[in-house]
């Protein structure tokens, strides 16, 4: 009988994204799927165990509508032939990354470290990119998007050892080296990026407003 239970299944993916990016050390030329790898599963593993928080403290917090759970729940247990919700109703889908982080912060009253959420959103950001469009870096862009993701990485297992028993154990020798100055400089980056993105953002959306509220356009344009 094989058993992939959610700890299993995010904690392979974080081992998985260690692991590429410590083959990307050794990788002169061709190591462009172990980027992108190492980036999906990064992500993959966050959001899968940002989930199994949710579970551990209330099952249906990890769906996206509990109603829908609640009902497959019900008819789960008059029917002898079905194993999970998912055998009840298909369609049943669980939450995204960035709703599963609020609902761990508000729903589960667990603080979030501002450097835990900043590295979420930029391997977000980053794996967006991988998923749905294009990447084009240089050798020295690359050395540099590395570094950023280990710091991703040991800011993510940071956080979620101290919510997940058992995973320094399955994890513990999967873990970077990084100088204080090497985490100082990219981390102060990462924030300047999500910063430069959020308020790209932010700008567009007043932009939106004044011109449905005016007759010209945000620059004076009639």
């Known amino acids: ?20 990016l410590e083959t990307l050390k050794n990788i002169a030329e061709g190591g462009q799927h172990r980027l992108k790898d190492s980036v999906i599963f990064l992500n993959h593993g966050v959001e899968l165990l940002l989930k199994l928080i949710l579970k551990k403290h209330s099952p249906p917090l990890m769906f996206d509508k509990i109603n829908e759970y609640l009902e497959a729940k019900q008819k789960l247990k008059k029917k002898e032939d079905a194993k999970t919700v998912f055998d009840i109703n298909k369609k049943l889908k669980t939450v995204s990354l960035f709703e599963a982080l609020t609902r ?16 979420i959103l930029y391997v977000n950001k980053i794996r967006n990119q991988f998923m749905h469009y294009e990447v084009e870096l240089d050798e020295q862009e690359t050395e540099t998007l590395v570094t950023k993701l280990q710091i991703c990485y040991e800011e993510t297992i940071e956080f979620l050892e101290k919510h997940i028993e058992d995973l320094d154990d399955i994890i513990q020798d999967s873990r970077f080296e990084l100088t204080t100055e090497e985490y ?31 007759a010209g356009d945000w620059y004076g344009r009639p």
């Open 1 to 20: 009988m094989l058993k992939f239970t959610l700890l299993d299944n995010g904690a392979d993916s974080l081992k998985s994204a260690y692991e590429n």
């Open 104 to 119: 761990v912060e508000y729903l589960c009253d667990i603080d979030i470290p501002e450097n835990f959420r900043g590295s």
């Open 184 to 214: 100082e400089e990219q981390q102060a980056e990462i924030y300047a990026e999500i910063y430069y993105e959020d308020m790209s953002l932010e700008e567009m959306r007043l932009e939106a407003e004044y011109e449905e509220a005016n």
